[in-house]
């Protein structure tokens, strides 16, 4: 499968962007779906993820109740709705896809190491 990120730009603090990961050559409705970030000069870090059907969402706490992940599975497509961003929250913003839709511990969807897919990154950039 291929994923293809879009959607980053430049916003200003507490402003609104969403993300959108487009996937092609397969569905992806058989498999959770992750966002990840990395700034410059720190390492990749867990955003949020989501399982198959949508029956769970997990999320870092740096982000949680600003950002809201969502799937369209109609449209093989996987979204990160991004709310009062802060300048911290500038990266490269990369999806990524797990083999199976759903797994027992919580934890597994957190780490980048357990997926087997990913799409090049989009560039948010947050302005103070």
């Known amino acids: 499968v291929q994923l293809q990120a879009s959607g980053g730009g430049l916003v200003q603090a507490g402003g609104s962007l969403r993300l959108s990961c487009a996937a092609s050559g397969r569905t992806i409705s058989a498999n959770a779906m992750g966002w990840f970030r990395q700034a410059p000069g720190k390492e990749r870090e867990f955003v949020a993820a989501i399982s198959g059907s949508a029956v769970s969402t997990n999320y870092s706490d740096f982000v949680k109740g600003r950002f809201t992940i969502s799937r369209d599975d109609a449209k093989n497509t996987v979204y990160l709705q991004m709310n009062s961003v802060k300048p911290e929250d500038t990266a490269v913003y990369y999806c990524?896809?797990?083999?199976?839709?759903?797994?027992?511990?919580?934890?597994?969807?957190?780490?980048?190491?357990?997926?087997?897919?990913w799409g090049q990154g989009t560039l948010v950039t947050v302005s103070s």
């Open positions: 990524a896809a797990l083999k199976s839709p759903y797994y027992s511990s919580s934890r597994y969807y957190t780490r980048g190491q357990n997926y087997d897919y």
